[in-house]
Each structure stands twice: as C-alpha cells, then as structure tokens.
C-alpha cells in the first residue's frame, strides 16, 4: 500500500464518521475526530514541502535597439 492510497483510506473513513454524526448515529465528538482523520489524510496526500528558497520570478528581458 502506497503513500495515496493510505492518504485515500483516512480520508474516506473520516469522511464517513463526519455523515455519521450528522445523521445522528455517532456522536458530534466521533465527528470531530474524523475531521482530524480526513484532515491527516489530506496532509499525508499533499505532503508538507518545505519552500523552495528565494527564487526570483522569470521576467522578459529587454534588448537594447541601436
């Protein structure tokens, strides 16, 4: 099983106990906690990337006519 595919799992199951508690099967509090799951999921999904150092934007340059 690979980085995504767990990501999808956590995701999906915390999902799931989000409607859950919605409908009232669960309590609010089992709907916090798969908030938190789909958030983690989420988070092992994107990947926390550190920035990518002081790059500068690219802009045109200008030749000088004669």
């Known amino acids: 099983m690979n980085r995504n595919q767990i990501a999808w799992w956590l995701w999906a199951g915390g999902t799931v106990l989000i409607v859950l508690s919605w409908v ?32 500068k934007p690219e802009t045109p340059k200008i030749e000088k006519r004669d």
């Open 24 to 55: 009232e099967i669960v309590s609010t509090t089992v709907g916090w906690v798969g908030f938190a799951i789909g958030f983690l999921g989420s988070v092992i999904s994107w990947g926390v990337r550190p920035p990518r150092g002081d790059a």
